[in-house]
């Protein structure tokens, strides 16, 4: 890629105009550099090199020079060479345009996305040849910013690029992905299906666009895209979980075998063992599920997430205390994790501290909606302290909601109603 990138830079101008000249030199051109740029264009680096070498040894400020050796070593991977290389070129000719976008995409290349910034915006303001190679410039800023993640210039960038050049798939997926970011939903869909217009087996586009599908709840439809993607890439992570959330969604057994195989190929990846693990849990395999939760948290202790899942599965196999300690963890860690103060409320009533009970209810009202099971609860903690009024008020609560849906619950609160409404 890095290769390719640079060649189309290379050739999209003609070889004895591929630098400029030495401001030093009478002449415009140099039949020595021309030699020495043709075996370039071969990719002939040991006929070119000692050439230049014995040039610049003669011409130390020949900005062509210095771009064509600039050039090899980049080719070559002799990346800090070539940063020095392409900035004494710079310093021959501050408008040297293929030295200056070059400088750029390879600070870009080698992970330095803050001095490469400044280098491409440079890029975009001097004269080039080929509008092409100066939309190369807007892309690579587009992808800088996108990563910042600053959308607003990532957006402006890549409209640069498109009033020099036509969209490319890439470019398609790059608004995509600016529109997902910004929650443009109608937008990123039709940005991904033109992705897949161009490039049906795009991984990108693919998972992009089954994210945005899963979210609306489309499963049918995100399952017959990811299944022939599935089909032709079985080991990708991201396919496979997202292949799993759509079954699992759809209460689809088949979630389970999917997330077992590729577990046992690849037992490092935490998001498939943190989906299984919650997956066996649905499928009442709680032993089976915490083995999963206990490992994970021995790499991770601070996961309140994790926590909360290793919880779930503790009260499933009646073993309140450890519930209750975990739960305690889980809230210490995410106070907002509502999920962990509803455990931490039902594993607080089975160890009789209904008080602690009422508070994580309290608590967990917060940031999860009231429901017919946390009504009952609600309902038997008060009672529990002999708070007969706020008893009472829950079990009716309870009963108008239940729906008959806890035969066995809703017995008991008319029992305890007629009870605790007795006329004395």
């Not at 050439?51 to 990346?79: C, G, K, T, V």
């Not at 990846?269 to 032993?287: F, H, N, S, W």
């Amino acid at each position: 890629m890095r290769r390719l990138l640079l060649l189309l830079l290379l050739f999209a101008l003609p070889v004895s105009s591929v630098a400029q000249s030495d401001p030093a030199s009478p002449e415009p051109a140099s039949p020595v550099l021309d030699k020495a740029e043709v075996a370039i264009t071969k990719s002939d680096w040991k006929a070119a090199s000692p050439i230049l070498d014995a040039w610049l040894a003669a011409h130390p400020a020949d900005a062509r020079a210095l771009f064509d050796s600039a050039y090899i070593a980049d080719a070559q991977s002799r990346n800090d060479e070539a940063v020095t290389l392409y900035r004494r070129s710079l310093e021959a000719d501050p408008k040297h345009f293929l030295a200056q976008i070059s400088l750029g995409l390879l600070l870009a290349r080698t992970n330095h996305p803050e001095e490469a910034r400044p280098e491409l915006l440079k890029a975009t303001t001097l004269d080039a040849a080929n509008p092409a190679a100066k939309a190369r410039a807007w892309r690579a800023l587009a992808r800088i910013d996108l990563a910042s993640p600053d959308v607003v210039a990532a957006s402006d960038d890549l409209l640069q690029a498109l009033k020099l050049t036509p969209e490319t798939p890439d470019d398609a997926l790059m608004a995509a992905r600016l529109a997902d970011m910004t929650n443009e939903d109608s937008a990123a869909e039709k940005a991904y299906r033109r992705v897949l217009q161009a490039q049906p087996d795009s991984p990108e586009a693919i998972a992009g666009l089954a994210h945005l599908l899963i979210a609306q709840k489309k499963y049918p439809e995100a399952q017959a895209l990811l299944k022939p993607a599935l089909d032709k890439s079985p080991t990708d992570p991201a396919l496979t979980a997202q292949m799993a959330a759509v079954l699992v969604a759809q209460d689809d057994a088949g979630a389970l075998p999917l997330l077992q195989q590729f577990h046992k190929s690849h037992p490092q990846d935490t998001t498939i063992t943190r989906m299984l693990a919650k997956v066996l849990a649905d499928a009442g395999e709680y032993a089976d599920s915490d083995q999963f939760y206990i490992t994970l948290l021995s790499a991770t202790p601070g996961d309140a997430d994790l926590l909360a899942g290793h919880g779930q599965n503790l009260i499933r196999l009646n073993r309140y205390p450890e519930a209750l300690k975990a739960f305690q963890q889980a809230t210490d860690l995410d106070e907002t994790n509502g999920q962990a103060w509803n455990g931490l409320a039902f594993a607080a009533f089975k160890t009789h501290q209904p008080e602690v009970t009422l508070h994580a209810l309290t608590v967990r009202s917060k940031y999860l909606p009231e429901n017919a099971s946390i009504d009952f609860l609600w309902a038997t903690a008060y009672d529990t302290l002999h708070d007969k009024k706020s008893a009472a008020a829950y079990y009716h609560r309870f009963l108008d909601s239940s729906g008959g849906k806890f035969p066995d619950q809703e017995w008991q609160a008319r029992q305890r109603l007629a009870l605790l409404e007795k006329t004395p």
